[in-house]
């Protein structure tokens, strides 16, 4: 593996797909990107759910999003806006890309190749 770009925290139940909702996952798969756009897992991530059935709880999110911290992004099959949000505010980018890991985090490294290009 070449030099890490950037890290990415995946919601997965089975390690193998983007298939959880951010808020309901209970282990995140971290991976760190090389600019090649291969990838390496790090580790299986465990964290408390923040979905309390259609809502959150606050103080959860925060943890959750404090247990990210050294994540750039995070892939989901679904995140809420209050969710994207408290990621946002420390300076993680969420997106809602489901599918196989390799084809989203493929997505994912297309998109932000497209931004350097356009100058984003």
Do not use: W
């Amino acid at each position: 593996m070449g030099s890490v770009q950037y890290r990415v925290a995946i919601a997965s139940t089975d390690g193998r797909n983007v298939d959880q909702h951010f808020g309901r996952c209970e282990c995140f798969l971290i991976v760190d990107v090389d600019e090649d756009g291969s990838f390496e897992e790090i580790e299986a991530r465990y964290v408390t759910p923040v979905c309390m059935g259609g809502y959150h709880d606050q103080d959860k999110l925060k943890k959750g999003a404090e247990a990210l911290l050294d994540c750039n992004f995070v892939l989901a099959a679904k995140i809420g806006p209050g969710a994207m949000d408290e990621l946002e505010e420390r300076g993680i980018a969420a997106f809602q890309i489901p599918g196989p890991v390799a084809a989203s985090l493929d997505k994912l490294d297309k998109y932000l190749k497209l931004l350097e290009t356009i100058g984003g």
